[in-house]
């Protein structure tokens, strides 16, 4: 078992929903390295031979099992890319704990780009959880790169519920799915911007199989000088049904671009978008101040039930 210094604890706290415990299916990669891994019956991990990263093989006699992967970089001038594949076979039920938190008190640019692809079979359930956060007192840049394939064969479910907690001062996010027949996609998306930081997500659906569906949320709020840019974009090419939801609270100076796209090649492809900016609803905190709670306060709590 590996010993774990205060930093790696604290930032596993904030990026692992569950609490990271050394059993189980695990892989915690440190400053670019694997620092420690544990594999299960159903699930093997194994470390990549020709580049970073790692492959996760998980059986269909997987049933409510986890598999928690956090990577922590907590060097000043790093730059840390990894390659995780993901092989889930049919009719496995999985949850997926993931995220990246960076801890940086020096000058230079600290930067993790993780690459993922899952292929997830026939009839399979898989929920990934993916959480961003960044801390330190450096002025070097905490900024985080993710990209992330996923295709789904027939009659599977998907959950993509991603957070960026706070404290990531540069983030681009590409998403791509490739849906089969009657696949099922969740895609959940919460982000909070502060100071000058900058945000920005695409996201292409390829909803390819008869009667798959998709529903994507996003919510964000931005405050201080940030800037926001989200692109959401589902394609319709059979009888399938997509909506798309965005929803900003923009504060002070912030900048936000929300650009959901629909594209239907399919006389049956129905495809719906929402998108909503706007500022903190004054009637919400004038109430919440008649319970003694201050402006400051009061946003906060605003902001909370918004995100959650």
Same mark, same amino acid.
């Given at each position: 078992?590996?010993?774990?210094?205060?930093?790696?604890?604290? #930032?596993?706290? !904030?990026?692992?929903?569950?609490?990271?415990?050394?059993?189980?299916?695990?892989?915690?990669?440190?400053?670019?390295?694997?620092?420690?891994?544990?594999?299960?019956?159903?699930?093997?991990?194994?470390? /990549?031979?020709?580049?970073?990263?790692?492959? &996760?093989?998980?059986?269909?006699?997987?049933?409510?099992?986890?598999?928690?992967?956090?990577?922590? &970089?907590?060097?000043?001038?790093?730059?840390?890319? =990894?390659?995780?594949?993901?092989? #889930?076979?049919?009719?496995?039920? =999985?949850?997926?704990?993931?995220?990246?938190?960076?801890? @940086?008190?020096?000058? $230079?640019?600290?930067? %993790?780009?993780?690459?993922?692809?899952?292929?997830?079979?026939?009839?399979?359930? +898989?929920?990934? *959880?993916?959480?961003?956060?960044?801390?330190?007192?450096?002025?070097?840049?905490?900024?985080? $790169?993710? &990209?992330?394939?996923?295709?789904?064969?027939? %009659?599977? +479910?998907?959950?993509?519920?991603?957070?960026?907690? /706070?404290?990531?001062?540069?983030? /681009?996010?590409?998403?791509?799915?490739?849906?089969?027949?009657?696949?099922?996609?969740? =895609?959940?998306?919460?982000?909070?911007?502060?100071?000058?930081?900058?945000? &920005?997500?695409?996201?292409?659906?390829?909803?390819?199989?008869?009667?798959?569906?998709? !529903?994507?949320?996003?919510?964000? =709020?931005?405050?201080? /000088?940030?800037?926001?840019?989200?692109?959401?974009?589902?394609?319709?090419?059979?009888?399938?049904?997509?909506?798309?939801?965005?929803?900003?609270?923009?504060?002070?100076?912030?900048?936000?671009?929300?650009?959901?796209?629909?594209?239907?090649?399919?006389?049956?492809?129905?495809?719906?978008?929402?998108?909503?900016?706007?500022?903190? @609803?004054?009637?919400?905190?004038?109430?919440?101040?008649?319970?003694?709670?201050?402006?400051?306060?009061? *946003?906060? +709590?605003?902001?909370?039930?918004?995100?959650?």
């Amino acid at each position: 078992m590996a010993n774990l210094d205060q930093i790696t604890e604290s #930032i596993l706290e !904030q990026i692992d929903t569950e609490g990271f415990r050394q059993e189980g299916a695990y892989n915690l990669r440190y400053n670019g390295y694997s620092l420690c891994h544990g594999n299960t019956e159903h699930i093997t991990i194994k470390r /990549k031979e020709d580049k970073q990263g790692i492959d &996760v093989y998980i059986s269909g006699q997987a049933k409510g099992e986890q598999v928690h992967i956090p990577v922590v &970089v907590a060097a000043s001038g790093m730059v840390d890319e =990894v390659y995780n594949d993901f092989y #889930i076979e049919d009719g496995a039920e =999985v949850t997926i704990i993931a995220g990246c938190g960076i801890h @940086n008190s020096g000058c $230079n640019d600290s930067r %993790h780009d993780g690459i993922h692809s899952f292929h997830i079979g026939k009839n399979a359930n +898989v929920r990934y *959880e993916e959480k961003h956060y960044g801390e330190g007192k450096g002025t070097g840049a905490r900024i985080l $790169n993710p &990209v992330t394939k996923i295709y789904l064969d027939d %009659h599977c +479910v998907f959950t993509l519920d991603t957070a960026q907690i /706070k404290g990531v001062d540069s983030t /681009k996010r590409e998403t791509e799915v490739v849906m089969g027949e009657g696949s099922k996609l969740f =895609v959940i998306e919460k982000l909070m911007t502060h100071d000058g930081q900058s945000a &920005v997500s695409d996201m292409d659906i390829y909803l390819n199989g008869t009667g798959s569906s998709a !529903q994507i949320i996003s919510r964000s =709020v931005a405050r201080g /000088k940030s800037r926001q840019v989200f692109h959401p974009r589902a394609i319709g090419n059979a009888l399938c049904h997509a909506h798309i939801q965005c929803d900003s609270i923009i504060m002070d100076q912030a900048q936000v671009c929300s650009i959901p796209e629909i594209d239907a090649k399919h006389v049956d492809a129905a495809i719906i978008h929402e998108a909503a900016i706007g500022r903190i @609803n004054s009637e919400q905190l004038i109430k919440l101040n008649t319970f003694g709670l201050s402006d400051e306060a009061a *946003e906060a +709590v605003i902001i909370e039930n918004f995100l959650n």
